[in-house]
């Protein structure tokens, strides 16, 4: 089975421009978190989607903005990029929906580097 | 707010020692805590989970150990090999999707 992957790996813009990162979980697999890490936050969770609806959001600005497709596969945006938002994007996926100890699943992530 | 805290931010061992990593959470409703590994260039992988009313958990070469009374959970790694260099990292979930992620824990291993 093919594991979680996102695309690009690697992404360099400057301030105040947008940017769209994509994630695509494991075939089967309903729900697909986003994470943000950077050296002195760690793991933030930043929103999960399941079955294309947002179903748990973080504490981040309304710049960062996700979406799910019927095909599971989900986009991450971020407006108006800022020096801070700088770090690895990650995205996990899981099976089960609601509750319950469904294992989350990583990529390999985006690292975004704004100048 | 909830928070997962790891004691040490970096633990270094000699090959062959065993491996503790040290955890602790403060939020006494999690249903389950898992540990994470995380090599230079990778994503998090799953190494193991605990749920909450469990004490202990061993898988291969791991165990993961719980004590709701002092909400501390650890990470034993037996005969430590240099491919388990890397960041820990513990997380605490309640609901789907949610995860709460401790700062990480930097295991070197010496030869």
């Known amino acids: 089975k093919a594991g979680v992957t996102q695309t690009p790996r690697y992404l360099i813009k400057t301030r105040g421009q947008q940017v769209t990162l994509s994630c695509s979980p494991i075939?089967?697999?309903?729900?697909v978190s986003w994470y943000q890490q950077t050296p002195g936050q760690g793991l933030q969770f930043l929103f999960e989607?399941?079955?294309?609806?947002?179903?748990n959001k973080g504490n981040f600005p309304g710049r960062f903005s996700g979406r799910q497709f019927s095909n599971s596969r989900s986009e991450m945006n971020v407006s108006t990029l800022e020096l801070g938002d700088s770090a690895l994007y990650l995205c996990?996926?899981?099976?089960?929906?609601?509750?319950?100890?469904?294992?989350?699943?990583f990529g390999p992530g985006t690292r975004l580097t704004v100048l | 707010g909830e928070s997962v805290g790891l004691h040490l931010p970096t633990l270094s061992v000699q090959e062959g020692d065993n491996s503790i990593i040290n955890c602790a959470y403060s939020?006494?409703?999690?249903?389950?805590f898992i540990w994470y590994k995380q090599e230079s260039g990778k994503g998090p992988q799953f190494i193991i989970d605990?749920?909450?009313?469990?004490d202990k958990r061993q898988g291969q070469r791991v165990t993961v150990l719980l004590n709701k009374t002092v909400k501390h959970l650890s990470l034993q790694i037996a005969a430590t090999q240099p491919g388990d260099s890397a960041v820990y990292f513990c997380?605490?979930?309640?609901?789907?999707?949610?995860?709460?992620f401790g700062d990480g824990t930097t295991l070197t291993v010496k030869p």
């Open positions: 996990a996926s899981s099976s089960q929906g609601a509750f319950g100890t469904d294992t989350q699943y």
């Open positions: 075939s089967g697999h309903r729900s």
């Open positions: 989607y399941f079955s294309e609806t947002q179903r």
């Open positions: 939020n006494s409703a999690s249903d389950y």
């Open positions: 605990i749920r909450s009313n469990m």
């Open positions: 997380a605490e979930k309640r609901n789907a999707g949610k995860s709460t």
